[in-house]
Nanobody, 125 residues
Framework: QVQLVESGGGLVQAGVSLRLSCAAS????????MAWFRQAPGTGRNFVAA????????YYADSIKGRFTISRDNAKSTVYLQMNSLKPEDTAIYFC??????????????????WGQGTQVTVSS
C-alpha cells in the first residue's frame, strides 16, 4: 500500500507561479513512476505530467508543456509540480498518482492504482 498526500494548492492570480508537492508514504522501498492529473468542475480527470522512478524521464500534456515542470526527490519520497505563468484554465483539483507498473506515457487515470486526495488550485483573471 502507498499513501499519497498533495499540498501547495491555493487561490492565485493569473501569471504567478505555484509549486505542488506530493508526499508518498507506506511502501516506498520501491521507487515507482508518478504522475499528476487534474480535474476541473464538470470534467474528467486529465493527465498533466509524469516522471519515471529515477527522475530521468518526464512526459507532459501539450496544454501545459513549457509552463509546468515535474520533478522528484526520492530521498524525501516527494514529487513536485512547478507551475509557472498560471492561467484561469489551469483551475482544477490536482491529484498525484503512482503505480508499481506506471510509466511516463500512461496518460489514462485507470492506468494508475494509488491516488492522493487532491489539492485545489484556483487561478483568477
Amino acid at each position: 500500500q502507498v499513501q499519497l498526500v498533495e499540498s501547495g494548492g491555493g487561490l492565485v492570480q493569473a501569471g504567478v507561479s505555484l509549486r505542488l508537492s506530493c508526499a508518498a508514504s507506506g511502501r516506498t522501498d520501491s521507487v515507482y513512476a508518478m504522475a499528476w492529473f487534474r480535474q476541473a468542475p464538470g470534467t474528467g480527470r486529465n493527465f498533466v505530467a509524469a516522471i519515471s522512478g529515477s527522475g530521468s524521464t518526464t512526459y507532459y500534456a501539450d496544454s501545459i508543456k513549457g509552463r509546468f515542470t515535474i520533478s522528484r526527490d526520492n530521498a524525501k519520497s516527494t514529487v513536485y509540480l512547478q507551475m509557472n505563468s498560471l492561467k484561469p484554465e489551469d483551475t482544477a483539483i490536482y491529484f498525484c498518482a503512482t503505480d508499481q507498473y506506471g510509466g511516463t506515457r500512461n496518460i489514462l487515470p485507470q492506468q494508475w492504482k494509488y491516488w492522493g486526495q487532491g489539492t485545489q488550485v484556483t487561478v483568477s483573471s
